[in-house]
């Protein structure tokens, strides 16, 4: 894929302007970029994050390896879809943790089969967040606001907080609209933390680039 050619020339432009943009800085990524990030996730006033709510990784998977291995140990679950991008399953594996398959709807535009959630959670202990893939990487479902709301409701419930994967962000196609997680969880009253990943591979059409972020809404 040939990258998006108005993001080379803006980067190209600032390590010329501005050198300093290609030396060492901040672990958790350059203040510009922690702002700018922060305010493209700050999708609603509800929503709003700080720069201090970014951290910027190796790609969106690099993201994903950081939630995930900030979250769970030896022992404890993590709940995915299926269908689902395998990433979630080895990180899991790779600090001793299991995954548990939730299924998805392919009658309902692929839907999170909440009932299916419902009845495996008396049977499991130590669930320590759930992942959500939207829009679905391997279905290409883009989820409602009502259905948004309802994996919120299930999460509160069970006190989960949930790993949005959102690095299709706004590749969507006819009438469909993307609505980030973070959004309806601040809506609903902060009550589920969500954690986003993202960056800038596909939406932006870099890639090629691996720089990819993980942002925090919590109260």
């Not at 949930?162 to 902060?190: C, K, V």
């Amino acid at each position: 894929m040939t990258p998006c050619a108005a993001a080379v020339e803006i980067v190209v432009k600032a390590c010329l302007e501005t050198p300093h943009v290609a030396a060492y800085s901040n672990a958790c990524g350059t203040t510009e970029a922690r702002v700018a990030i922060a305010k493209y996730h700050s999708s609603s006033p509800e929503a709003h994050i700080d720069p201090e709510d970014v951290i910027v990784t190796n790609g969106c998977s690099g993201a994903l390896d950081l939630a995930l291995s900030s979250l769970l140990d030896v022992g404890s679950i993590l709940l995915v879809p299926r269908p689902g991008f395998p990433l979630y399953e080895e990180i899991a594996k790779s600090v001793g943790a299991t995954v548990v398959h939730y299924y998805m709807k392919p009658e309902r535009d692929w839907e999170c089969d909440l009932e299916h959630l419902e009845s495996i959670m008396p049977s499991l202990q130590n669930v320590r967040a759930m992942v959500i893939n939207n829009p679905g990487a391997s279905t290409g479902s883009v989820f409602s606001e009502n259905h948004l709301s309802e994996i919120v409701n299930f999460a509160n419930m069970h006190h989960l907080p949930i790993i949005s994967d959102e690095i299709y962000g706004d590749l969507t196609f006819r009438s469909n609209r993307f609505i980030p997680m973070a959004q309806i969880a601040a809506r609903m009253g902060h009550q589920v933390p969500v954690m986003t990943a993202s960056g800038i591979s596909k939406q932006f059409l870099l890639p090629g680039w691996r720089v990819g972020w993980l942002t925090f809404h919590d109260k």
